[in-house]
């Protein structure tokens, strides 16, 4: 049995996990810094890096005590280098050189968007790649070529907004709240996708690159007149903002879904894995099992805990680039891009 300890500060959440063999997950630790940032209504770096100080060791500490073992115990260690805030990379990336010096452990170095790439695969028996992962969160928008979590290519990305970010952005105009992505979830299960038709932006014929900036402007129009950017939010009932949420919504999964099926053709690759916080999206979810079985694909959806920022999927990716020989060494640094 191999141990992986993992640690993720790329962003807002402080994780620490602990994983065997690279799916069996024995303790996933995650302190959101959610109240933190609430109030500013997004993330400030400043705040996040010094939360990730206050917060990381503690945390290692309880989540060795939750899966009852030692640093001893521990194989490897493996930390998000990139991409991220910089300042909040930092922090991880020290720490987890400190106690693979102090330890005597290896060091594993994990890229955070192909950790949510290979996160479907965390608690399956069986092995899913080859697969084409979409990968939806606050920060990126890809679809990628996954042959297996040690070989990954990119086939295409967003050239604007993360589709994460469209959904904060939408829950900001309606003053809805931050994180936005689960309000707006909620709000368009009671809306109806059809009465508001809003743009699906689906680039070039054949391009697998995605664009959200254009549908953003338009629900920001939408709600303030055309042209304009305030006022107007006074006029909307509550049945209104439900049914901007839910065509909002239905643009995003359209263009999502229409972008991940032209993927499979072009990689001729008939297995399907989604990760990332927009993952976690219910008209998503429910989208890609129809769209899937109609066509006779198979789809992993990451489970739901593993969607938004977690170290799990940090210490399970470590554990194959560790499995294939990969050793960082201490002058290992965090790059934000
Ligand atoms: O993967 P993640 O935790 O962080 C990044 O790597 O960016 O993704 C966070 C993003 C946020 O933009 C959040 O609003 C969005 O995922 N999100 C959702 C849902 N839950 C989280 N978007 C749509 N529907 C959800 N249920
Ligand atoms: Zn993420």
Known sequence: MTLVLGIETSCDETAVALVADGHDVRANSVASQF??????????????SRAHVERLNPLIHETLRQAAVTLDDVDAIAVTTRPG???SLLIGVTAAKTLAWACDKPLIDVNHVHAHATSAGIDLDASPW?????????????LYLVRDPRDISELGRTIDDAAG???????????????????????????????????????????????????????LYHVH????????????????????????S???????????????????????????????????????????????????LTPLKYCTDNAAMIAAHGYHRFAAGHRADLSLSAQAH
């Open 165 to 219: 970010e469209a959904f904060d952005k939408v829950a900001a105009i309606l003053r809805l709240g931050f994180p936005g992505g689960p309000i707006v979830d909620d709000r368009a299960r009671r809306g109806d996708p059809e009465r508001i038709s809003f743009p699906r932006s689906m680039l070039a014929p054949g391009s697998l690159d995605f664009s959200f900036s254009g549908l953003k402007t338009a629900v």
């Open 225 to 248: 007149g055309s042209g304009k950017t305030s006022g107007g939010l006074e006029r909307l009932d509550p049945q209104n903002v439900d049914d901007i949420c839910a065509g909002f």
């Open 35 to 48: 109240d933190l940032h609430a109030r500013f209504g997004g993330v400030v770096p400043e705040i996040a």
């Open 250 to 300: 239905a643009a995003v999964v359209d263009v999502l879904v229409a972008k991940t099926l032209a993927a499979v053709d072009q990689a001729g690759v008939p297995t399907v894995v989604v990760g990332g916080g927009v993952a976690a999206n219910r008209m998503l979810r429910e989208r890609l099992q129809r769209t899937c079985r109609d066509r006779n694909l198979t789809l992993h």
């Open 85 to 87: 805030l910089i300042g």
């Open 130 to 142: 080859p697969a084409v992962a979409l990968v939806a969160s606050g920060g990126h928008t890809s």
